[in-house]
Structure formats: structure tokens, C-alpha cells
């Protein structure tokens, strides 16, 4: 059964950079999309960005500026980095996964349990 | 980017009564869209997908329609842990989700 664990600071400076790392154990990180979403306190979700297994990224235009998301195939692991944060940043940051094709899209099927990050100093 | 709009915002109704949820899209998703529960503490749980696939696990009495712009998410008769917010999503462009609906014990 594939699992996501994420890891990381869970206090960050305001205008430092925040930066998380989701690892999948029980299974390939080949051949699915890996992506990262937030969920401030008391609020709903909100899509940060993703990548394929292959390298290919796509990002929340309103991130877009502050955003990388990168894959270490060898490790099984992908990994978060959002810029010149503010307290707006403080959320529970989740990783998940998600598998589509032509005509096809199977949802995010597998989720982290989230990590709180908080911005402050 | 495509704008979900979900309706109501929150529902108040009983254990065994019928939950009839809706997502509106700004622009057609095509069937691209997926449903999920969230409970508090819990990361969301996929429930549906494609519009109307129920997820591995998932009870027979959810059940998603729609395509295009208007999407539903139907649970037949409530159990008192179907009592949490549910989000739609979108994989049509990119990806956005929809604002919630809160499903409370009236």
C-alpha cells in the first residue's frame, strides 16, 4: 500500500523560504503526477503546483513566482520550495499523488497526512 | 482558470436523509472531476472520480453525475459519518478546487 510521509521545518521566518519534502514508500513514484496543496486554517484547499515522474511541471499561477517543485526519482521523494514567504503561507501543506491518460483521470487517490507549517518570527 | 463553484455552502439535515450536492464549473471540464470528503484534522479522501467512478472503498450510496459545467455528488441516505465538508475538483486545466460544502447533523 503506497504511503506519503512529508517532512519539514514546521515554523518558517516571513521572507524565508519554505521548504518540504513528501516521501512515497510502498510503491513507484514512476508513471504518476505528484503535486502539493495547501489548506490554511479554517479554509479550503488550494493547488500549489505539481510534477511528473518525468521532471514536467505545472504551477498555481498565483504561486507561479515563488514556486519549485522537484523529483528525486532515486529516493523516492519530491520536494516543495516556496519563496519570500508571508504569515498568508501559514497552512497544513499535503502532498498526494494522482494517475490520469488520454480521456482519463483517476483523481488523487493517495494522500499525506499534512504537515502544519506556520510563518512567523 | 476554471472556477468551481459548489453549492450550498453548508447542508443541515438528518441521518437516512438524501444529500444532494452541486459543483458548478466556469468552463467545461468535460468529465474531468473528482470529488473528495474531508473530515477535521484528516486529509481529504477521494471519493469520486471521472465524474461519476466511486474510488476503491467507497460506499455504494455516494454517487457523482454531470458533465461539462453541473456536477453532482449524491449520497443516498446519510450515515453519521458522512457528516464533513466535500470538495469537487477539476483536472480539465490545470487544477482548482471548489470552495466546499459543508454537510452538518441538523
Known amino acids: 500500500q503506497v504511503q506519503l510521509q512529508e517532512s519539514g521545518p514546521g515554523l518558517v521566518r516571513p521572507s524565508e523560504t519554505l521548504s518540504l519534502t513528501c516521501t512515497v514508500s510502498?510503491?513507484?513514484?514512476?508513471?504518476?503526477?505528484w503535486t502539493w496543496i495547501r489548506q490554511p486554517p479554517g479554509k479550503g484547499l488550494e493547488w500549489i503546483g505539481y510534477i511528473y515522474y518525468s521532471g514536467s511541471t505545472n504551477y498555481n499561477p498565483s504561486l507561479e513566482s515563488r514556486v519549485t517543485i522537484s523529483v528525486d526519482t532515486s529516493k523516492n521523494q519530491f520536494s516543495l520550495r516556496l519563496r519570500s514567504v508571508t504569515a498568508a503561507d501559514t497552512a497544513v501543506y499535503y502532498c498526494a499523488r494522482w494517475e490520469e491518460g488520454v480521456n482519463y483521470y483517476y483523481g488523487m487517490d493517495v494522500w499525506g497526512q499534512g504537515t502544519t507549517v506556520i510563518v512567523s518570527s | 482558470e476554471i472556477v468551481l463553484t459548489q453549492s450550498p455552502a453548508t447542508l443541515s439535515l438528518s441521518p437516512g436523509e438524501r444529500a444532494t450536492l452541486s459543483c458548478r464549473a466556469s468552463?467545461?471540464?468535460?468529465?474531468?472531476l473528482a470529488w473528495y470528503q474531508q473530515k477535521p484534522g484528516q486529509a481529504p479522501r477521494l471519493l469520486i472520480y471521472d465524474a461519476s467512478n466511486r474510488a476503491t472503498g467507497i460506499p455504494a450510496r455516494f454517487s457523482g453525475s454531470g458533465s461539462g459545467t453541473d456536477f453532482t455528488l449524491t449520497i443516498s441516505s446519510l450515515e453519521p459519518e458522512d457528516f464533513a465538508v466535500y470538495y469537487c475538483q477539476q483536472r480539465s486545466s490545470w487544477l482548482t478546487f471548489g470552495g466546499g460544502t459543508k454537510v452538518e447533523i441538523k
Open positions: 468552463h467545461s471540464v468535460s468529465g474531468y
Open positions: 510502498g510503491g513507484s513514484i514512476r508513471g504518476y503526477y
